[in-house]
């Protein structure tokens, strides 16, 4: 039966618990321990599928087709461990569970409440799959205090209170505030946190306390003092150059030794560190550098594209060269002038994205890449717009567009070389899908197969491989009936669905590297993994900044 981690946060929000309960299950693991993460997220959203990126970041896709929290994505590439579906909810999902349950009867005509009603659906959540690890670390979303929390505060009490003593531990993040004119760390806004805590019932076994100064000794004893918790299960969190930096210097400020003793695990494994320190090796002894200009929508929030981010960064540290990522807003492309934003990058990188803002300068972006020999690497709405310019530039259909921006205008208006996808193969069944579904859900999401072409670029990228599977998240897809068209004027269809009906891979054959996919290749780079698209777009990037 698995041992329970439950993170919580106080003080202020965005303290970094995904960051810190990613680089603890690394740490577990480097000790030998089978880990697996979580995510409760208070908010009503069923899912974040349906949020802005402006709103709550990226949304990061799991194997099996779950819209999750961009904090999954931190899981995995620390740990390597897939996520799956039953590994986040929301209190939505919650909530939308007890009311359909109760709809069908299911409750015997009782009166529903938040307790137990809510909190049993918590805790059933919880126990999913406790006998498959050694340790369960489960990230509450948002601070104590917050009204929408409660339930999941109190189901976390409840959950550790109907297991064996000693099975589950707390550790809390807060926030040690420096003020400058008086040169004081502040400790009284971590004690009110820890003391909203206890109010509920909960006593933190471990504090992860961020800082931007060093935290004396002495301040660490009064905080073990008035929050109830040992001196050396006080943690120091200090601001890092780097995500990746942050399991060793956890390790290095006694975090996992801490939750191991607060388990009465003794004598603890020693622990394997080799991999990362190989990881900050490669980050801090780079080679070199290349610039690459990422043509997004949603540039103003870079969490928006965290995993496109970190998987450039894993790109570098496979090629021993550091990446510079500019975020350029595709609606700046779409003048004459503004093209020229583009100049003196060693590689292009257009992503997905939603509605037709600035997609006419990510087709800008494409076709200066494709006549400027520069690397271009498009990711889903990317590989569409490569696809419209060819369409337009080489194949000449002037008219090229897509349907998700001009399906109520009518046909006759343009030609639709990307459509609404209305069908498709999934396992052994047919999924069909409308245009009036509702939003959330209803994409092709999810991991998908796809059969590469001999010889290809993305076939060599691959190892020689005969298919890649990566995931997906999309509405609309590339028609396959200009295929021979395109092809005849050199943008190749390198890579299909195992079923020949859907594009999953293009690229430009006269061209030094020149690739658009349909999938997320980003969602499954880690840094001691790095995608393979995203390490050969760098080296592909590095051998064009030692030409010029």
């Not at 060793?248 to 388990?263: E, N």
């Amino acid at each position: 039966m698995a041992r329970y981690i439950f993170i919580t946060g106080g003080v202020v929000s965005s303290l970094g618990k995904g960051l810190a309960s990613a680089a603890l299950g690394a740490l577990l693991q480097a000790r030998g321990y089978t880990v697996r993460l979580r995510k409760l997220d208070p908010y009503l959203n069923v899912d974040p599928g349906t949020m802005s990126p402006f709103e709550h970041g990226e949304v990061f896709v799991t194997d099996d087709g779950a819209e999750t929290d961009l904090d999954l994505g931190h899981y995995e590439r620390f740990t390597g461990v897939s996520a799956r579906r039953t590994d986040t909810i929301s209190a939505g999902r919650i909530y939308s569970n007890v009311l359909e349950r109760e709809r069908r009867g299911g409750y015997l005509g009782k009166t529903i409440q938040v307790i137990p009603h809510v909190t049993n659906e918590i805790k059933d959540f919880l126990a999913i799959g406790e006998d498959e690890v050694d340790f369960q670390l489960c990230e509450i979303g948002g601070t104590v205090g917050d009204i929408e929390g409660l339930p999941f505060f109190e189901a976390i009490r409840q959950f550790s209170n109907d297991r064996p003593r000693g099975q589950c531990i707390l550790m809390h993040l807060t926030l040690l505030p420096y003020l400058a004119a008086s040169g004081e760390l502040k400790t009284k806004p971590t004690q009110h946190s820890v003391k909203e805590l206890r109010s509920i019932g909960l006593q933190p076994d471990v504090l992860v306390c961020r800082s931007e100064q060093p935290i004396p000794d002495r301040e660490r004893a009064k905080i073990a003092l008035f929050c109830n918790v040992r001196p050396d299960a006080v943690i120091p969190a200090y601001d890092l150059k780097s995500i990746y930096e942050a399991p060793m210097a956890y390790h290095q400020a006694g975090l996992d030794r801490a939750v191991l003793d607060a388990f009465r695990i003794s004598p603890a494994p020693r622990p394997d560190l080799r991999r990362w320190e190989d990881v900050m090796d490669r980050l801090t002894n780079a080679e070199g550098e290349v610039r690459v200009a990422i043509v997004g929508k949603y540039t103003q929030l870079e969490d928006a594209y965290k995993s496109i981010s970190e998987a450039l960064t894993h790109g570098g540290m496979a090629n021993r060269v550091r990446v510079r990522p500019d975020w350029i807003d595709a609606e700046k492309l779409e003048t004459a002038e503004g093209i020229h934003l583009l100049d003196g990058y060693h590689g292009i990188v257009v992503p997905g994205g939603f509605g037709e803002r600035g997609t006419e300068g990510m087709i800008s972006a494409a076709k200066y890449a494709r006549e400027k020999k520069v690397p271009y690497l498009g990711i889903c709405l990317g590989m569409q717009m490569a696809v419209i310019e060819a369409a337009r530039n080489l194949a000449g259909i002037a008219d090229a567009g897509s349907e998700e921006f001009d399906h109520e205008a009518g046909a006759d208006r343009f030609t639709p070389v990307v459509y609404h996808l209305k069908e498709w193969v999934k396992g052994n069944s047919t999924v069909q899908r409308k245009i009036t579904d509702d939003k959330g859900g209803t994409m092709r999401l999810g991991s998908y197969t796809a059969h590469l072409a001999p010889g290809s670029k993305v076939a060599e990228v691959y190892g020689g491989a005969t298919e890649m599977e990566d995931r997906h998240r999309h509405r609309y897809e590339i028609d396959a009936a200009y295929r021979d068209r395109l092809e005849q004027h050199g943008l190749w269809f390198s890579g299909m669905s195992p079923d020949g009906r859907l594009p999953e891979v293009v690229e430009v054959r006269d061209h030094p590297w020149f690739i658009g996919v349909q999938s997320h290749p980003e969602l499954k780079s880690k840094p001691f993994a790095p995608a393979p698209l995203f390490r050969d777009f760098v080296r592909a990037a590095k051998d064009l900044e030692r030409m010029v």
